[in-house]
């Protein structure tokens, strides 16, 4: 339920967040800025012309006293704070004469100096154009507005030294414009800002993102159980993200490592179990067919015995007779059981072929003449080229055993001209031995079957030389444990079985 939701869920690009944010945070700055400006700049303004006019009329107030009023150090000083923060400013004696002046229209300045005097001295100082600011001893503070030309000044008066009358104004027109300037510059600057910074801030945070991202896409990698994706980072320089990609590196091929493991483990384990339920069937297999194959060699034994111990015939060949087929079933018993011990060994691996270089020629001679009897007895026409010696690779002893079955196998099934015929092809580092006899081709739907234990194409026939459907079992394990090809093959006048081994 969980996975389904996660991968409905859609997923943002944290560089567009990153730079989402840093944009609104630099806007918001701008937009302060700008506010900031807008309701406070002009009574900063404000506050600074305040203290540069306070500033000039106490230089003039000191330079009166002092007696350095027409000195050239004073007008230098003077002029520069006039220019500085456009003040303009006049000095009357008591005379009414000018003594200094910034301005070209000192008589105006002067009309406005005894205008203020006058309206002092008459107390007549609540013209709605004049605003005091602030006053002492020698000195008034306020804003004046002109009724002719309705500007607004920022004036500070009084009587300094001897009786000097003193003005100094600064009109606030400069401050308002400024304050304009000032925010139209900084909205300029701001757009520029905005646009440079979002490109900035774009390619930086892809720069930052672009590895987050790496490790997302290999987070969704590991997700699928695909180690095959890797971080790949700065190597000279390693920051957080660079350590987390590598530590998810180790992270993937451990975990690649340990479902390898799991991997082989589990497969081990359904061998294991499949090796179980297989041997549990074969014992199953081979207790069923055992109990089957024994039971009439048991029977007949039995019988036979019974037979003799009641005396059911009383001449000596009769009991001569019962006493040859009990030894005779006893007998087939006992190979059977033989048999079987050596199937049993060699399909459960407890029987390992001992490998070794022979002569598989001189080991085929040898075997046919041993078994000349066999074939004297059935009439039968072994045929074998001479050939030169061939060294094989293989187990000797079950290799001649192989051969036996195969031998007794065509004694057993040969008919029409009653030929066997050995022969050895050899082919790319392998010899092929195989042993051919004439008779009736094995039925295509027994093909499949003749090497399953106790299997038998025609079980009368079998029967009745002794066979127990035992020995191509025992083949397919020999040549099955040493790792080599076996086979049969269906002609018209008979059947041939062959197995290779390898030369070299």
Request: no cysteine.
């Given at each position: 339920m969980n996975t389904g939701?996660?991968?409905?869920?859609?997923?943002?690009?944290?560089?567009?967040?990153?730079?989402?944010?840093?944009?609104?945070?630099m806007v918001g700055t701008f937009i302060f800025c700008l506010?900031?400006?807008?309701?406070?700049?002009?009574?900063?303004?404000?506050?600074?012309?305040?203290?540069?006019?306070?500033a000039a009329y106490r230089s003039i107030s000191q330079a009166i006293g002092s007696g350095d009023i027409t000195s050239t150090e004073f007008d230098e000083e003077i002029n520069h704070i006039c220019e500085r923060y456009n003040i303009e400013m006049i000095v009357l004696d008591a005379d009414s004469k000018t003594i200094k002046t910034s301005a070209n229209n000192s008589e105006m300045l002067a009309r406005i100096l005894w205008e203020n005097m006058i309206n002092s001295a008459s107390g007549t100082m609540d013209d709605p154009g004049r605003t005091v600011i602030d006053s002492g001893e020698d000195y008034t503070l306020q804003m004046n507005r002109e009724p002719t030309t309705g500007r607004q000044y920022l004036?500070?008066?009084?009587?300094?030294?001897?009786?000097?009358?003193?003005?100094?104004?600064?009109?606030?027109?400069?401050?308002?414009?400024?304050?304009?300037?000032?925010?139209?510059?900084?909205?300029?600057?701001?757009?520029?800002?905005?646009?440079?910074?979002?490109?900035?801030?774009?390619?930086?945070?892809?720069?930052?993102?672009?590895p987050i991202k790496?490790?997302?896409?290999?987070?969704?990698?590991?997700?699928?159980?695909n180690f095959?994706?890797?971080?790949?980072?700065?190597?000279?320089?390693?920051?957080?993200?660079?350590?987390?990609?590598q530590n998810m590196n180790e992270l993937s091929?451990?975990?690649?490592?340990?479902?390898?493991?799991?991997?082989n483990a589990n497969i081990a384990l359904k061998q294991d179990i499949a090796k179980k339920e297989q041997i549990d069937e074969m014992r199953k297999e081979f207790l069923s067919n055992v109990s089957h194959e024994l039971k009439t060699p048991i029977a007949l034994i039995q019988g036979y015995a019974e037979g003799l111990k009641e005396g059911i015939n009383e001449d000596a060949e009769s009991r001569d007779f019962y006493c040859e087929v009990i030894m005779d079933e006893a007998s087939k018993m006992n190979i059977m059981v033989k048999k079987l011990l050596t199937l049993n060994q060699l399909e459960f691996g407890n029987d390992s072929a001992n490998m070794e270089r022979f002569d598989i020629v001189e080991m085929i001679q040898n075997y046919v003449k041993s078994a000349q009897v066999l074939a004297k007895q059935k009439d039968v026409t072994v045929k074998f080229d001479e050939y030169s010696p061939i060294?094989?690779?293989?187990?000797?002893?079950?290799?001649?055993?192989?051969?036996?079955?195969?031998?007794?196998?065509?004694?057993?099934?040969?008919?029409?001209?009653?030929?066997?015929?050995?022969?050895?092809?050899?082919?790319?580092?392998?010899?092929?031995?195989?042993?051919?006899?004439?008779?009736?081709?094995?039925?295509?739907?027994?093909?499949?079957?003749?090497?399953?234990?106790?299997?038998?194409?025609?079980?009368?026939?079998?029967?009745?030389?002794?066979?127990?459907?035992?020995?191509?079992?025992?083949?397919?394990?020999?040549?099955?444990?040493?790792?080599?090809?076996?086979?049969?093959?269906?002609?018209?006048?008979?059947?041939?079985?062959?197995?290779?081994?390898?030369?070299?």
């Open positions: 939701e996660n991968r409905n869920t859609k997923v943002h690009s944290i560089r567009f967040e990153i730079s989402a944010v840093f944009l609104v945070v506010l900031v400006n807008i309701f406070f700049m002009e009574s900063f303004y404000v506050r600074n012309k305040k203290d540069a006019i306070f004036e500070m008066w009084g009587i300094v030294g001897n009786g000097n009358l003193v003005l100094v104004r600064s009109t606030m027109e400069s401050i308002r414009d400024n304050v304009s300037i000032s925010n139209t510059f900084m909205i300029y600057v701001a757009l520029v800002a905005i646009v440079v910074g979002s490109i900035i801030i774009l390619f930086i945070s892809k720069k930052v993102t672009d790496k490790l997302y896409l290999i987070s969704d990698e590991m997700k699928k159980l095959e994706a890797k971080y790949t980072g700065n190597q000279s320089y390693k920051n957080e993200i660079d350590i987390l990609g091929e451990t975990l690649e490592t340990s479902i390898k493991n799991l991997k060294f094989v690779w293989g187990d000797e002893f079950k290799i001649e055993e192989v051969l036996q079955n195969y031998y007794s196998n065509a004694i057993n099934h040969i008919d029409g001209e009653k030929i066997i015929e050995i022969k050895l092809v050899q082919k790319e580092g392998k010899v092929r031995v195989s042993v051919f006899n004439t008779g009736t081709p094995i039925p295509e739907d027994s093909i499949g079957h003749i090497w399953e234990k106790f299997y038998k194409v025609d079980k009368a026939r079998t029967r009745e030389y002794g066979g127990s459907g035992v020995g191509l079992s025992i083949v397919k394990a020999i040549m099955e444990g040493m790792h080599q090809d076996y086979g049969v093959i269906n002609y018209d006048n008979g059947v041939e079985f062959y197995f290779e081994l390898e030369t070299k």
